[in-house]
């Protein structure tokens, strides 16, 4: 693999490993500081990332940490029923854990995965989601971490519900650091779909 496409597979992993921490908790202060000084030029100028990216970066740059934390309280927290789920089970059967559920861990079982006992939420939050993503483009077993892989769980256990999921984060009337995030979410996701349609 030449550079260039290894340092391309290490910014995809890092992408989903940066989604998994912002969707699943308020972020870590020490997250949002390296945030804010995160350069906001892509590489090569005009690349589908950078103007979503330069947002998002902006809006936390604009809000403080308490702020970011109050928000994805108001959206994903509370007792009971959340204001916005990010759970595929919801988006695609409008329940949660459903038939989704169970085929997403019979696929994780396939690749030697399964849920921490200490991690309250079910396997089809977008935060697991993305953690598993980033294991399949950073893991060292290449049986398991490669780019069929990578593509069989994308196209099974993301691209159907994802851009649902940006949409009701995005239409959100309390949604701003959140929007942003779900604006960039969507269009990487697209990049990603893009991508891998060019290995059929």
């Known amino acids: 693999m030449s550079s260039s496409a290894l340092d391309e597979e290490i910014a995809r992993a890092e992408v989903y490993g940066l989604l998994a921490q912002l969707y699943y908790a308020p972020p870590a202060a020490e997250l949002l500081a390296a945030l804010r000084v995160a350069v906001t030029d892509a590489p090569a100028r005009g690349g589908f990332l950078e103007e979503p990216w330069r947002t998002f970066v902006g809006v936390a740059r604009a809000m403080t940490d308490a702020q970011i934390a109050a928000e994805h309280d108001a959206l994903f927290g509370g007792v009971g029923k959340p204001d916005v789920y990010l759970f595929g089970s919801h988006y695609l059967t409008g329940f949660l854990n459903e038939k989704p559920l169970a085929r997403l861990r019979d696929d994780l079982a396939t690749l030697g995965l399964s849920r921490d006992e200490a991690m309250p939420e079910t396997e089809d939050h977008i935060a697991y989601l993305c953690e598993v993503m980033r294991y399949l483009i950073a893991g060292d077993d290449v049986g398991v971490a490669n780019l069929t892989r990578q593509r069989d769980f994308f196209t099974r256990h ?4 994802v851009n649902a ?36």
Do not use: I
Not at 174 to 200: H, P
């Open 158 to 161: 993301l691209q159907p519900w």
């Open 165 to 200: 999921m940006c949409d009701a984060v995005a239409a959100h009337p309390k949604a701003g650091f959140y929007a942003a995030l779900a604006d960039f979410t969507r269009v990487f996701a697209g990049v990603e779909a893009q991508g891998f349609d060019m290995l059929e």
